[in-house]
C-alpha cells in the first residue's frame, strides 16, 4: 500500500481491489475481460487453471520478391513447420501493425548533439529522415508473432514441454533463415498494452516489484481505461473504434499475397490466425465418414434415376463435385505429407473515428472480395473476437475452417524483409520501396563490412557515397579517407570542414610516399611491410611487363632498409626519408641493376614528375581527408592513386592502436583495378582492413570490372555491403547470377531512375528509393549533376566561407 496515505484512503483502495477482483463470469472491468490468470516473468503464461502458454517474436524474410524455386522452398518448409505441431499444440499467429508515437520514432532517428561546430548539419539530417518516414510508411510498425499452448496439470510439467516446442520452433524457423527470439514475461506484458491502448500511444510503466506493494496484479498495468460494447457490431478500446471480422475462405484457390495485401494496409490493425491440428487418424476417418454419405446420396440419387426413367449417371454436379474433392483429401492425407487444421482468421480494424473505421473495414472487405473471400463481422461477439486477437492462443470465437497443411500454408507470413536497426551507428541509405520503412543499418555489424556501389553513369553513384560520409561523419567518430579522381568531393569536403589535398604537377600540397609509422604492420618491425609497398611503386613506375627481376628487387629492399634506419632508431616525422633517399641509396649500390632503377626514379625526383618527391605539408590527420587527384596526368593517376592506398593503409594502422574506425572511399574503382600492382593493392586492403578496423567501399560504373580476374573477383566476394543502382544489360546478368537475385528484384536497377535500386545487406537484397529534399543545404553540397552544381556554387562557397 503506497505510503502517506490516511487510514480511511487504505481502506477505500483495499474495497475498490477487492471489488475488481471479484469475478462472477461476468466481465465488469476491463481487467476481468482478460481472460489470463498469471503472466510469469520468464514469459510463460497461465490461462485458466490448466493452460499454458509462451510467444516468440519471428522477424520477415524475403518471399515476395524470391526466385520462383526460393517460394517453392520457402513454401515446403513453411508446410513442415506447420506439421511440426501436432494436435495436444494449439498456436496463434499475430501481425500487429501499429501506429509508432512521432516523437518515439523521433528519438531513434534523431543524430546526437556534439562538442563541435555542425550540430545543425545533424539537425537538418535529422529532420530529413522523419519526413521521409512521415512521408513514407505513415509511422507504421510491423510486428509479427507466433504464441503456442498446452494443456498440462501444473506449472513443474507444463514448462519443460513448453521449452521443447520453444527450441524445435527457433529452429525451424532458423532453418527458414528467420530471426526469432522468445519473449519474457514483461516483454509479452508490453506487447498486450500495446494492442489495449491502440490508438493512444500510452507508455508502459511497469515493475515486477510494484506487484508485492501494491497488491494489484499485471492486468491492472495493461488494462485500457474502458471496453464499451454498445453494439454487436463494433466497440470501443478507450477512445479507440473497433470492430471484429472473420475471413470466411470461400475460394478453393488462394493466392499467397492474400495475407500480404491484409498486412499491407496503411491503418493500426491486428490480423490472427488460429491454428490447430486435428490427429491425423481422426482426419482421415471424418473424411472416410464424409465420402460414406457421399456415395449413400450417390446412390439414393441413382435410384431416383431409374425409378423416373432417366439415366442414373446423371448426378448432381455438386454431389459430384463433393465426392471427387473429399477423395482428393483423402489420397493427401494418406499419401502425401498432409496434416489437417482447424483455422480461424479475424481482423481487427481500428479508427480513430467511427467514419475511419468503417472505411478501413471496408478495404479490408475488398482485398478479401479480390481474391474470392468474404470478411464477415463478428455480431455479437466483438468481445469474444477482441480477447481472441490477444497473444495468449486462446480462441473464443467458434469458426473454424478445416484446411489442409498446404492450403493453410499458402497464408505465408513472409513479404519482405525490413533493414532497420536501432542504434547510434546506424546510417540511412533509403526507403524500402516495398514497405517504405526507412532502411538504416551499420555496416560494421557485418561478418565483412567492405562496401561496393555499383551504378551507370548518373545513376546516383557519387551522390549514394556523398551521401553515407556525411552520415557517418554526423552519427559516428570514424575517420573518413577518399580517393577523388574527379574532383566531385571538394565542396562537401570543406562543408563539413575536412581537409582536400590536391595532388598535381603544379599544386603546393605534397604526400611523401615515403611515410610511415611504427603501427604499419603487424608485425615487430614495420619495414617489411613498407618494403612490399615501394617494391610495387617501382615495379609500377618502372612500367616493365613482366615486373621486376630478382635482382631489381633484391637492391630496392636492402636500399629501403638503409634509408629507414635512421627512423628506427628515432621514430619521428623529421626523420622520415623521402624518395630522394631512396634514389641516393641506389645510386651508391654497386650492382648495375640499383642504376637501372635509379635512373627510372630519377624523373621522379630530380625531374618533371617530382610531385611527390616532398614531405608530407598539409593535414593528412584531419576527421575527413579527401585526395583530389584530378589533375594529375595519365602516367601519374596510376601512381598517386597507389601512393593514396599507401597512405590509407597508414592512417588504418595508426587509427587501430586507438581502436577508432577507418572508412575508405574509392571513386572511379575501375582505375585501380587496370593496373596489376594497384589492383593487387587494392584486394589486399579489401581482405585485410576488417582485421584492422577499415571499411573500404569501393564506387564504379560496372561489375565486370571486378571480375576481370580471379584475384580482382576477391573484392567482390569480400563485400558484404552492395548498394545498386541502374545496371546496364550485362551487368545485370552478372549481378543476378552472382547475388542470386530474381527477375522482379533485378526490375529495380533496370532504367531506374536516380537514386533507386537495391541493396544487399549480408543476405537481405531489398529495393530502395532515396528521396533527398533538393531544398536541403546538404544537397547543395553533396549534387554532382553540372546544373545543379552550377547554381549551388555560390550558396556553397557561402557555406564554406
Given at each position: 500500500m503506497p505510503e502517506g496515505l490516511s487510514k480511511r484512503e487504505q481502506k477505500e483502495i483495499k474495497q475498490i481491489i477487492k471489488k475488481a477482483q471479484k469475478n462472477d463470469g461476468t466481465p465488469r472491468t476491463a481487467q476481468q475481460t482478460l481472460p489470463f490468470e498469471r503472466m510469469f516473468q520468464d514469459g510463460i503464461c497461465r490461462v485458466g487453471s490448466d493452460y499454458y502458454t509462451k510467444t516468440i517474436q519471428f522477424q520477415d524474410i524475403n518471399y515476395q520478391l524470391a526466385q520462383q524455386e526460393d517460394k517453392t522452398e520457402i513454401f515446403e518448409e513453411w508446410c513442415s513447420f506447420l506439421n511440426f505441431f501436432d494436435s495436444s499444440v494449439h498456436f496463434e499467429l499475430s501481425f500487429m501493425n501499429f501506429a509508432t508515437e512521432i516523437g518515439d520514432f523521433e528519438k531513434k532517428i534523431r543524430i546526437e548533439h556534439q562538442d563541435d561546430r555542425f550540430n545543425d548539419v545533424r539537425d537538418e539530417y535529422s529532420g530529413i529522415l522523419l519526413k521521409n518516414m512521415e512521408a513514407g510508411n505513415n509511422g507504421l510498425t510491423k510486428t509479427k508473432y507466433i504464441t503456442f499452448g498446452i494443456h498440462a496439470d501444473s506449472m513443474k510439467s507444463a514448462k519443460p514441454r513448453l521449452v521443447h516446442i520453444e527450441m524445435d520452433i527457433l529452429n525451424n524457423f532458423k532453418r527458414l533463415g528467420v530471426l526469432a527470439h522468445t519473449m519474457n514475461g514483461y516483454e509479452r506484458l508490453e506487447l498486450m498494452h500495446k494492442q489495449l491502448h491502440i490508438g493512444d500511444n500510452a507508455k508502459f510503466h511497469f515493475d515486477w516489484k510494484y506487484l508485492v506493494k501494491s497488491g494489484l496484479s499485471v492486468k491492472d498495468f495493461i488494462a485500457p481505461s474502458s471496453f464499451e460494447f454498445p453494439t454487436g457490431r463494433y466497440f470501443k478500446m478507450g477512445d479507440t473504434w473497433c470492430a471484429m471480422s472473420f475471413l470466411s475462405v470461400d475460394a478453393s484457390d488462394i493466392s499467397d499475397r492474400m495475407l500480404a495485401d491484409f498486412l499491407g494496409m496503411e491503418s493500426s490493425q491486428i490480423v490472427t490466425m488460429h491454428l490447430h491440428s486435428v490427429d491425423q487418424n481422426e482426419a482421415i476417418k471424418t473424411v472416410k465418414h464424409t465420402i460414406t454419405e457421399l456415395d449413400r446420396s450417390k446412390i439414393e440419387e441413382q435410384k431416383k434415376a431409374v425409378r423416373a426413367g432417366y439415366d442414373m449417371d446423371v448426378?448432381?454436379?455438386?454431389?459430384?463435385?463433393?465426392?471427387?474433392?473429399?477423395?482428393?483429401?483423402?489420397?493427401?492425407?494418406?499419401?502425401?505429407?498432409?496434416?489437417?487444421?482447424?483455422?480461424?482468421?479475424?481482423?481487427?480494424?481500428?479508427?480513430?473515428?467511427?467514419?475511419?473505421?468503417?472505411?478501413?473495414?471496408?478495404?479490408?472487405?475488398?482485398?478479401?472480395?479480390?481474391?474470392?473471400?468474404?470478411?464477415?463481422r463478428l455480431d455479437y461477439q466483438q468481445e469474444q473476437g477482441l480477447v481472441s486477437t490477444l497473444p495468449l492462443a486462446y480462441?473464443?470465437?467458434?469458426?473454424?475452417?478445416?484446411?489442409?497443411?498446404?492450403?493453410?500454408?499458402?497464408?505465408?507470413?513472409?513479404?519482405?524483409?525490413?533493414?532497420?536497426?536501432?542504434?547510434?551507428?546506424?546510417?540511412?541509405?533509403?526507403?524500402?520501396?516495398?514497405?517504405?520503412?526507412?532502411?538504416?543499418?551499420?555496416?560494421?555489424?557485418?561478418?565483412?563490412?567492405?562496401?561496393?556501389?555499383?551504378?551507370?553513369?548518373?545513376?546516383?553513384?557519387?551522390?549514394?557515397?556523398?551521401?553515407?560520409?556525411?552520415?557517418?561523419?554526423?552519427?559516428?567518430?570514424?575517420?573518413?579517407?577518399?580517393?577523388?579522381?574527379?574532383?566531385?568531393?571538394?565542396?562537401?569536403?570543406e562543408y563539413l570542414g575536412g581537409?582536400?589535398?590536391?595532388?598535381?604537377?603544379?599544386?603546393?600540397?605534397?604526400?611523401?610516399?615515403?611515410?610511415?609509422?611504427?603501427?604499419?604492420?603487424?608485425?615487430?618491425?614495420?619495414?617489411?611491410?613498407?618494403?612490399?609497398?615501394?617494391?610495387?611503386?617501382?615495379?609500377?613506375?618502372?612500367?616493365?611487363?613482366?615486373?621486376?627481376?630478382?635482382?631489381?628487387?633484391?637492391?630496392?629492399?636492402?636500399?629501403?632498409?638503409?634509408?629507414?634506419?635512421?627512423?628506427?632508431?628515432?621514430?619521428?616525422?623529421?626523420?622520415?626519408?623521402?624518395?630522394?633517399?631512396?634514389?641516393?641509396?641506389?645510386?651508391?649500390?654497386?650492382?648495375?641493376?640499383?642504376?637501372?632503377?635509379?635512373?627510372?626514379l630519377e624523373i621522379y625526383v630530380s625531374g618533371s614528375l617530382n610531385v611527390f618527391n616532398h614531405r608530407t605539408n598539409v593535414d593528412i590527420n584531419n576527421r575527413i581527408v579527401c585526395f583530389d587527384i584530378k589533375d594529375l596526368g595519365k602516367q601519374l593517376k596510376k601512381i598517386g592513386m597507389l601512393i593514396v592506398e599507401d597512405q590509407v593503409w597508414g592512417r588504418v594502422s595508426g587509427n587501430r592502436a586507438m581502436g577508432r574506425s577507418t572508412r575508405y572511399y574509392i571513386d572511379e574503382m575501375h582505375l585501380?583495378?587496370?593496373?596489376?600492382?594497384?589492383?593487387?593493392?587494392?584486394?589486399?586492403?579489401?581482405?585485410?582492413?576488417?582485421?584492422?578496423?577499415?571499411?573500404?567501399?569501393?564506387?564504379?560504373?560496372?561489375?565486370?570490372?571486378?571480375?576481370?580476374?580471379?584475384?580482382?573477383?576477391?573484392?567482390?566476394e569480400n563485400s558484404d555491403f552492395i548498394l545498386m543502382l541502374n545496371q546496364a544489360v550485362g551487368d545485370r546478368s552478372i549481378l543476378a547470377r552472382q547475388l542470386n537475385i530474381s527477375p522482379h528484384q533485378l526490375s529495380y536497377v533496370t532504367h531506374s531512375g536516380e537514386g533507386e535500386g537495391l541493396i544487399f545487406y549480408g543476405n537481405v537484397i531489398l529495393p530502395f528509393v532515396d528521396r533527398f529534399p533538393k531544398e536541403s543545404m546538404l544537397y547543395k553540397v553533396i549534387s554532382t549533376k553540372f546544373i545543379e552544381s552550377a547554381e549551388n556554387k555560390a550558396d556553397t562557397e557561402k557555406v564554406s566561407a
Open positions: 448426378l448432381p454436379s455438386d454431389l459430384v463435385t463433393y465426392g471427387r474433392d473429399a477423395k482428393e483429401l483423402l489420397k493427401e492425407l494418406q499419401q502425401q505429407n498432409e496434416r489437417m487444421f482447424l483455422m480461424t482468421f479475424l481482423i481487427m480494424n481500428t479508427g480513430k473515428t467511427k467514419q475511419e473505421l468503417e472505411n478501413n473495414i471496408f478495404q479490408t472487405s475488398s482485398i478479401a472480395q479480390k481474391h474470392s473471400c468474404n470478411l464477415v480462441n473464443e470465437v467458434d469458426i473454424q475452417r478445416g484446411m489442409t497443411t498446404s492450403s493453410t500454408a499458402i497464408f505465408v507470413p513472409f513479404t519482405t524483409q525490413e533493414l532497420f536497426q536501432d542504434h547510434r551507428g546506424a546510417l540511412y541509405y533509403g526507403l524500402n520501396a516495398l514497405s517504405n520503412n526507412l532502411i538504416m543499418v551499420d555496416r560494421k555489424l557485418l561478418k565483412n563490412p567492405n562496401g561496393l556501389i555499383l551504378g551507370t553513369p548518373g545513376s546516383g553513384k557519387s551522390f549514394a557515397a556523398k551521401r553515407e560520409i556525411a552520415n557517418s561523419f554526423m552519427v559516428t567518430d570514424d575517420d573518413i579517407i577518399i580517393c577523388d579522381p574527379e574532383s566531385e568531393y571538394r565542396a562537401m569536403v581537409q582536400v589535398i590536391r595532388i598535381s604537377p603544379t599544386s603546393d600540397q605534397y604526400i611523401n610516399p615515403m611515410d610511415i609509422n611504427m603501427n604499419y604492420s603487424e608485425d615487430d618491425n614495420p619495414i617489411m611491410l613498407k618494403a612490399d609497398f615501394i617494391l610495387s611503386l617501382c615495379e609500377l613506375i618502372m612500367g616493365s611487363k613482366d615486373g621486376l627481376k630478382p635482382a631489381e628487387k633484391t637492391v630496392i629492399d636492402r636500399c629501403v632498409r638503409i634509408v629507414y634506419r635512421k627512423y628506427l632508431e628515432d621514430p619521428c616525422e623529421e626523420n622520415i626519408p623521402i624518395l630522394e633517399d631512396l634514389y641516393n641509396e641506389l645510386l651508391k649500390q654497386d650492382e648495375p641493376e640499383a642504376k637501372f632503377v635509379a635512373t627510372a585501380l583495378l587496370r593496373e596489376e600492382q594497384t589492383a593487387a593493392y587494392t584486394v589486399e586492403i579489401w581482405k585485410r582492413f576488417r582485421k584492422w578496423g577499415g571499411m573500404p567501399t569501393g564506387i564504379t560504373q560496372n561489375i565486370k570490372d571486378l571480375l576481370a580476374s580471379r584475384e580482382v573477383e576477391n573484392i567482390f
